[in-house]
């Protein structure tokens, strides 16, 4: 399975979508797979702990995950992950008295959801982690296709 | 009571994020530089130098363009002169021009 030259493989392109940096290993090389492994994954788990699961959202930032989607399944299952746990039914604070009585109480039941939604710059960073992430593995993708660098790893 | 609530990683975001911000522009340029040092590199031998390297030198290149903006922004453009035509109002209005018909006084 390994090919370590430049022709094009199409399976090494699809396996660096599955999971970063297999295209690499792939190709036989290991090392260097390894190593955009941990980068992909760095930024993508800096972005999740920065901004939390909410910070990738199929349906609210639809543009934001279309190059989130490029990190592979993972971004999908963070999706998924955000839409059972993060994404609840919206609160009319102006008729709901009842809510309103429990966010002032400090019911956690109600205040919990709202703890796992980001905002402002803490949202925006932690989607711009993720989707550079996304970004430097489509990089990844094309070069696992077909590499153009010469010289052992 | 909010305070007391156990924080959770990667399912809540780090609100104290949001006063240091531009700080996360480090970790960003590093997991950049790795990527793509590890893709361009032809040999791996010095990869860690040259991911230092290449961090830094985004960091201060963006610290350079924020100086840059910043002078731009704040010294450049107010001492620019403010043009009629562009619908703003002149602080001091100019003299009417010579070709201007005068109004004679009754």
Partial sequence: MATSDTEFSPTAAVLAWLWPGLGHISRGERHRGFLIMFGVLFLFLAGLLVGGLDCVDRKNDRLWFLAQSLCGPIAFVADFGNQRLVQTEPIDWHRDREARRQFLAGDPEIIEPLRRVGLGRVNEMGTLFVALAGLMNLVVILDAASPTRSGPS | ?106
Wanted: glycine share 4%; charged share 10%; hydrophobic share 60%.
């Fill in chain 2, 1 to 106: 009571m909010i305070g007391m609530l156990a924080f959770i990683p990667f399912l809540h975001p780090i609100a104290a994020v949001h006063d240091w911000w531009y700080l996360l522009l480090v970790p960003l340029s590093f997991g950049i530089a790795v990527i793509y040092k590890a893709m361009r590199l032809p040999t791996l031998d010095a990869f860690w130098r040259e991911v230092f390297v290449m961090t830094t030198q985004i960091v201060v290149a963006m610290i350079a363009l924020a100086i840059g903006l910043a002078i731009w922004v704040r010294l450049v453009i107010p001492l620019l002169p403010v043009s009629p035509q562009a619908g703003l109002t002149p602080a001091h209005p100019s003299p009417p021009a010579a070709s201007a018909p005068l109004v004679q006084r009754a």
